[in-house]
């Protein structure tokens, strides 16, 4: 009896290269690999042909506990290559590891991730003994470059140093014991036949300790608990999922460059390299010349020769490309010097050199793949891609909007609602989404088949996994998705931690969000059918009185507005508007709290011009001369944001109390040059809160009061040729098109 501990790194095409041809050349009776051992009776679902990479997706759920778990596999995985190699020459196939569901594994969302990240001690010293800048470079420069000879002896002596003496923590303590109870089974079922063991290296030295000591019976694979629900499935995945840049914790960063070595070896790599970048900044019109390129590789080729490499390794190229296409300073290290996500700021080029190695692969599974019952119920209903509109005040089309907000709330890619109703105005009766065709939206909901069976029980799952310990903001966020997605043994739920967070609410801006969406639900019952709900209900009063408790509590001196705290008057507006009367508010109490604030001193200009024109909205005609309280609170240092907080709540009593915009008009005449300048943006941000109609209105009367009443429309006329205007509108979508395509602006 013999067995073989190969310790790998997980996603190395070296070590995958040694597995398979170590078990080619043993044919033993079992392979053993780290992997989920709840899947071992689906080995033949697994082995199917697929086009990888691919994933084993497991996923769980409890009155506790939700946790979601990966196991990749791409081409170069050893992990893969040994049950393919396995397979062929007929051996055994087993995962011997622990489920992910696991609480061993709790803390893990990729079981492949590396341990010896961990001991950066070690990896660090190693890193400074051969000059390299982290353990990226260090394993090409000691495995993957390196002449195959003598590799599993390196391996080993090379975890050995990184696990040391250093006891492992109780998960893996608890995860290589159940390893090894495996290894100890097979053994004595395989007689004189060979056994190989393939596990991450971190865990081989304890593994080969712990082979000899212990019972030799079959472990059984730990059942969950009766009140769990637990999936495992195969997932579609992406290079861009496995690569280190893009916050994967894999070993192996680049996963292009390295599905490159592994099929033609690390010279083919380094050319390959090379064209992919050349090609995709060409692709994005980066110049990239003949001269440059010839400069690249003759800096890789010096770089390799200096570094002792018999090829270009991936840091000599990048190292060489940056030199060549890069002439400019840099601000951020270079990404390929660390590990991680790229860096905010990091140079254009380099992000495209970045992605270049990444590669753009996506798995598909073969046909025959078993799916969760949610993909099929999706599936069979989602219908093509196109523009929707719904009618709101159908029951058709709200049964499809909640369908579609159903998959939103799951985040299934590709279906996106441009338009429809929001938490604070008036309900809107048509919705409108767009549906896409999308590569990862098979992997999305198979992700999300782990939340249920079908649309409703899973997007309600996910609801309620985002409640505990939530703030205000994001309680009012799940609040109104529930009513949207029509669950509404949810949003009892939901309102109740919203009552209470209420109560004790600090934040204004907040505040007012919670609000804004409570009234909504309440006024709307078309829509949610949750009018006049006594919960609701409570909410709405609890936020009002909270919000006008809060606001006569702010100070501040001048400072740019805040958006938030004027929509949270503006909600309290909304609601003593809509539900004073039926909800018992107490509109002269708020009535006096706006004069309090309106006329305090310290408290911001955004929040005085809110409360202004909260007490003026409310009193309507009653108001008492509202332009002796203009002209007495304007201040030119602070006055577009005192404008925002007046405009945001009584724009209409503005617009149509007569010789307000006059008075308004004389204010902003009177400032200085400086005082105009300096106030001018938030003036800009002011007067949006007026639609476009209502400032060509605006723009109408004072055009006609400074012209002497003539009309100001040759004012407002551009006086140009129809074709320049329809060539400058065509050069502007050029322009904004380009900007998006190069991400310098976002939609």
């Not at 080995?43 to 759920?61: F, G, K």
């Not at 770089?303 to 270009?312: F, K, T, V, Y």
């Not at 985040?411 to 009766?429: K, M, N, Q």
């Amino acid at each position: 009896m013999t067995v073989t501990f190969l310790g790998v790194r997980h996603h190395s095409p070296a070590c995958a290269r040694l597995v398979a041809d170590t078990i080619r050349s043993l044919r033993p009776a079992y392979v053993l690999v780290e992997g989920p051992a709840e899947m071992n009776h689906r080995m033949d679902e697994l082995l199917l042909a697929h086009e990888l990479p691919i994933a084993v997706y497991t996923s769980y759920r409890d009155a506790e506990r939700r946790h979601g778990s990966w196991t990749p596999l791409c081409d170069y995985s050893p992990e893969w290559t040994a049950l393919v190699a396995g397979r062929d020459v007929g051996a055994e196939l087993r995962f011997i590891d622990l489920p992910a569901w696991h609480p061993a594994l709790a803390g893990v969302r990729n079981r492949y991730a590396d341990a010896e990240a961990r001991y950066t001690e070690v990896t660090g010293r190693l890193c400074r003994t051969f000059d390299v800048d982290n353990v990226d470079a260090l394993w090409d420069h000691l495995f993957e470059i390196e002449p195959a000879g003598g590799l599993a002896e390196r391996l080993a002596t090379y975890f050995d140093l990184v696990r040391g003496d250093t006891p492992a923590g109780p998960d893996d303590t608890a995860r290589e014991a159940y390893m090894a109870r495996w290894v100890r089974a097979a053994v004595a079922d395989a007689g004189d036949r060979p056994v190989v063991v393939v596990t991450g290296g971190f865990h081989r030295p304890a593994l080969v300790r712990l082979a000899g000591q212990g019972d030799h019976d079959w472990p059984e694979v730990p059942r969950p608990p009766a009140d769990a629900v637990v999936g495992s499935y195969l997932v579609p995945y992406s290079f861009r999922r496995l690569d280190a840049f893009d916050g994967y914790q894999s070993g192996m960063p680049s996963p292009g460059y390295y599905q490159r070595l592994w099929e033609s070896g690390p010279a083919e790599a380094a050319r390959g390299l090379t064209e992919a970048v050349t090609a995709r900044l060409r692709a994005r019109r980066q110049p990239v010349s003949t001269a440059d390129l010839i400069a690249a590789r003759a800096t890789a080729d010096g770089l390799a020769l200096l570094r002792g490499h018999p090829h270009p390794a991936r840091v000599d190229v990048l190292d060489g490309l940056a030199s060549a296409l890069v002439g400019e300073a840099i601000e951020t290290p270079l990404p390929w010097a660390a590990r991680g996500p790229l860096r905010a700021g990091s140079h254009p080029v380099i992000v495209e050199m970045v992605a270049a190695l990444s590669g753009d692969r996506v798995g598909r599974l073969h046909p025959s793949t078993p799916l969760p019952p949610l993909v099929h119920a999706v599936l069979a209903v989602l219908g093509d891609p196109g523009e929707e509109r719904l009618d709101l005040g159908s029951d058709t089309g709200r049964e499809r909007s909640r369908l579609l907000h159903r998959l939103r709330v799951l985040r299934i890619p590709g279906v996106v609602r441009t338009s429809g109703p929001r938490p604070a105005g008036d309900a809107e009766l048509t919705e409108r989404w767009t549906l896409t065709e999308a590569d990862d939206r098979l992997p999305a909901l198979i992700e999300a088949g782990g939340y249920g069976v079908d649309p409703q029980e899973a997007a309600a799952a996910a609801l309620a996994e985002r409640i505990p310990g939530a703030g205000l903001d994001e309680l009012a966020e799940v609040l109104f998705d529930t009513a949207l997605c029509g669950v509404g043994d949810l949003t009892g739920q939901v309102l109740d931690d919203l009552t209470r967070a209420v109560e004790t609410a600090a934040d204004l801006g907040e505040l007012g969000r919670v609000l804004a969406v409570a009234l909504a639900m309440w006024r709307h019952d078309d829509l949610f059918h949750t009018s006049g709900g006594a919960t609701v209900g409570t909410v709405v009063r609890a936020a009002t009185r909270r919000a006008l408790w809060l606001a006569e509590g702010v100070r501040g001196g001048p400072a740019p507005a805040d958006l938030r705290r004027v929509g949270a008057m503006t909600a309290v507006r909304d609601a003593l508007r809509h539900a004073g009367p039926s909800l018992g508010l107490d509109t002269p109490a708020a009535l006096g709290v706006a004069d309090r604030v309106a006329a305090c001193r310290d408290a911001p200009p955004d929040l005085r011009g809110a409360a202004l024109g909260l007490g003026w909205s409310l009193r309507g005609t009653a108001a008492a001369d509202p332009a002796r309280a203009v002209r007495g609170a304007f201040v030119p240092e602070s006055a577009g944001d005192w404008l925002t907080g007046l405009f945001a709540l009584a724009r209409e009593e503005v617009l149509h109390t007569s010789g307000m915009l006059e008075l308004l008009d004389d204010l902003v005449g009177e400032m200085t040059d400086h005082d105009f300048l300096v106030a001018l943006p938030a003036l800009r941000q002011a007067f949006g809160f007026f639609p476009p109609r209502e400032r060509h209105l605006i723009a109408t009367r004072l055009v006609e009061r400074r012209t002497g009443g003539a009309s100001g429309w040759d004012l407002m006329r551009l006086d140009a040729a129809p074709e320049l205007v329809a060539a400058g509108r065509a050069l502007d979508e050029r322009v904004e098109a380009a900007l998006r395509r190069e991400g310098l602006i976002t939609p």
